[in-house]
């Protein structure tokens, strides 16, 4: 019997640089970033004093007012697009159905907020006085939880948390379950949201932009000295072809191929596998499930992000897998527009290449200006180049050993 094949009909984008899919398309076809000063917390302390936050996210507007009082940032942005993520793919959640739909939620940070100020309280009013409501926030599965919980959807529900690659981990995991017949529709959504104690994490490690250097996100660009922090959310719609068929919805594109593999390098210090076997590997495995020749990539979506080593790597193993065809291909990242988002990466850069597909271009890689001799591919500086995509590999990566690579192609 023939593997059932997996697509997207649904797309939900909270991102720094635009509320909807199509205000997110538009500002990654104009260049548009959405970094910018902070003003969730105050800077003074820090060199870098920009982000990609989500400054024009209001949740009442998209959720209502009902029910958001003891949210936090995080799951306010997850609920939102998975609200938005079900409209667009005119999913109707029922009694009959719910049992059927599946929800894997990729986050890694989000909820450490929500720790700090339950020990903090604690901590200053004591244990038997603390509000025991903020306790069930502190658990990782939290936001997730809250997905099933507000939109009546009874199947799986699991947390995906393996830091830079974990949507692409969760759309691995909410793949195979529809290939496995163990669910007909999954909800894969991916989160982080920007707080001080997060920032003060990669700060003490000296990842963010502007410590050592110009305080800019220019992937592939030699200036580039560390990450800006971003936040958003996206949440994807997946189904097996067959129930999206039955139901005339839009398929926007086919979930071809996701592989992962794990490359443990020194991950407390912060450093990444200087061979990067793990991620060429997921790369090769990923074109070769997805049935493709390396001739058949029309982009990369890529996950550099602005770290001199991460884009380098990249750059090397782009190379090394796709030999003399690599200079032909266009690579570029929108983490120039958005930030790092970390655990929200890779189904914002699946987003951006739906888009892509759907409207014919691919997304620049703005700030771009200074060349390094070590990075000598198409990055598609500052512009958005017009062309048709078929095929687009998406990448993620970063330091602690996690690798992914995704394939997704138009639907015909």
């Known amino acids: 019997m023939a593997e059932k094949r997996v697509v997207i009909t649904g797309i939900g984008v909270i991102a720094p640089n635009g509320i909807g899919k199509q205000n997110f398309w538009n500002s990654l076809a104009q260049g548009r970033s959405g970094i910018k000063p902070i003003t969730i917390f105050d800077t003074t302390f820090f060199k870098t004093k920009t982000a990609g936050e989500c400054s024009d996210f209001n949740a009442e507007e998209i959720l209502g007012s009902t029910g958001l009082r003891n949210l936090d940032r995080s799951t306010k942005l997850v609920l939102a ?131 050592k250097g110009e305080e800019i996100c220019c992937p592939f660009d030699q200036r580039r000295n560390g990450i800006i922090l971003g936040e958003g959310s996206a949440v994807l719609v997946l189904e097996d072809e067959e129930s999206a068929l039955k139901r005339n919805a839009k398929i926007y594109a086919e979930v071809a191929a996701v592989k992962n593999y794990f490359d443990p390098f020194r991950s407390s210090s912060g450093r990444y596998s200087p061979r990067s076997e793990g991620f060429k590997r997921s790369i ?87 060349p390094d001799p070590a990075c000598d591919l198409d990055y598609v500086p500052n512009k958005k180049r017009e062309k048709t995509i078929k095929n687009v590999l998406i990448n993620n990566f970063g330091p602690g050993g996690n690798n992914a690579s995704a394939v997704i192609k138009k639907y015909s």
Do not use: H, W
């Open 81 to 211: 697009a998975t609200k938005l993520s079900i409209e667009d793919a005119k999913l109707a959640i029922t009694d009959e159905n719910t049992d059927d739909i599946g929800v894997v939620t990729a986050t890694t940070l989000s909820v450490i907020v929500n720790i700090f100020e339950f020990s903090k309280e604690a901590r200053d009013e004591g244990p038997q006085f603390v509000n025991p409501a903020m306790f069930p926030s502190t658990t990782i599965n939290s936001p997730s939880s809250q997905i099933s919980i507000k939109f009546n959807i009874k199947g799986f529900n699991t947390t995906i948390s393996t830091g830079f690659s974990a949507s692409l981990d969760g759309l691995k995991y909410a793949a195979d379950f529809i290939k496995l017949d163990r669910a007909k529709a999954v909800l894969v959504a991916g989160v982080e949201a920007i707080f001080f104690q997060t920032f003060v994490g990669f700060n003490k490690l000296e990842f963010l932009a502007g410590i």
């Open 284 to 370: 090769i495995q990923a074109l070769k499930d997805a049935n493709l020749k390396t001739n058949d990539i029309d982009y990369i979506c890529a996950a550099a992000n602005s770290v001199q080593s991460q884009d380098r790597l990249e750059t090397a193993a782009i190379n090394e897998v796709f030999g003399p065809l690599a200079k032909d291909i266009p690579v570029s990242s929108i983490k120039s527009m958005i930030g790092e988002t970390v655990s929200a990466a890779g189904i914002l850069q699946i987003a951006a290449a739906l888009g892509a597909m759907e409207n014919n271009f691919i997304p620049p890689t703005i700030n771009y200006k200074d």
